[in-house]
């Protein structure tokens, strides 16, 4: 919602500016520039990336349209869940949440929050790393050390489509300069023509260096850090269930553990000590 708005923000601006300016709008309506420099961003993004790469993006971009999922009731639900797995674990053993983990659905420990349960990478992050400390064959240094890769490997896999967008937008200003030069190329073969038809001419030329511009900067280039936000966004969620569990490990009581995870979080959603204990305690009585 707040693009939408945003993209209000700039056309009202720039073209309200130029309105208030005594210019006519009617002259910055040029499809053909548009249909230059759209195209030819379109053309170089598709020549730019591997088919994976479009279609991650492309599934990416509808989210800027929506808000975030990480609000403090998430993580407070997120950390509940996981205090409860940890107490489960410290009364009954590792081994008695096996089930648990392996079929995730059918288990009360996360079929209680439908929510989290819904999203796939984090529950398989959970149980991936759950299944591993049962195990037993790895000490918390060598876990931490697997969770830190495959958190970046998934930094990475999620930082590639706002860097696709930015590279697109980074190249629109200069097809608006190829878009401007083919109507100045046009204007110079119609020299015959009356100087006030060149001068329309070269006006409509010097549209496309415009709109390439405001296209990179006031449309196409803050869709890429939405999207970086939103990728830090996940990265905290996983953080946070990392420093949990660890601390788990580690030997620390369940209050304790889910206490480290809720340090990490970024003072927006992190709930209060009480605020999340409390929560805890409803939980538990339910």
């Known amino acids: 919602m707040l693009v939408i708005v945003g993209y209000l923000v700039v056309c009202g601006s720039v073209f309200g500016g130029y309105a208030l300016a005594g210019g006519h709008l009617a002259a910055l309506f040029q499809p053909l520039e548009l249909l230059m420099i759209g195209g030819a961003g379109l053309g170089a993004f598709i ?3 591997s088919p994976k790469i479009l279609k991650a993006t492309l599934a990416a971009l509808p989210s800027v349209l929506k808000g975030s999922k990480y609000t403090k009731a998430r993580y407070m639900e997120l950390l509940t869940m996981l205090y409860a797995i940890l107490t489960k674990v410290r009364k009954e053993g590792l081994v008695s949440v096996e089930k648990d983990i392996d079929k995730p659905e059918d288990s ?3 079929s209680a929050y439908p929510e989290l349960l819904s999203d796939h990478h984090l529950i398989e992050f959970v149980t991936d790393y759950l299944r591993l400390m049962v195990s037993g064959n790895l000490n918390a240094h060598e876990i931490s050390d697997l ?3 495959e958190m970046e490997a998934h930094h990475h896999e999620g930082g590639i489509p706002a860097s696709v967008v930015a590279k697109t937008a980074d190249g629109l200003p200069a097809f608006g300069i190829v878009a401007a030069v083919m109507g100045v190329v046009h204007t110079m073969g119609s020299v015959g023509r009356p100087p006030a038809e060149l001068g329309e001419m070269i ?3 010097l549209v496309g260096t415009f709109l ?3 296209l990179a900067y006031g449309f196409v280039a803050p869709l890429a850090s ?5 990728l830090a966004e996940a990265s905290k969620e996983f953080e946070c269930v990392k420093v949990t569990l660890l601390a788990s490990l580690n030997g620390y009581a369940p209050s304790l553990a889910v206490e480290f995870g809720r ?3 970024y003072s927006t959603e992190r709930p209060g000590f009480t605020e999340l204990e409390e929560h805890v305690k ?3 009585s339910k």
């Open 47 to 49: 020549v730019g990336n």
């Open 212 to 214: 390439g511009i405001l």
């Open 203 to 205: 006006a409509h030329a």
């Open 282 to 284: 409803q939980s538990k």
């Open 226 to 230: 939405v999207l970086e936000q939103k």
């Open 147 to 149: 969770m830190d890769a």
């Open 263 to 265: 340090k990490v979080l």
């Open 108 to 110: 009360p420990l996360f």
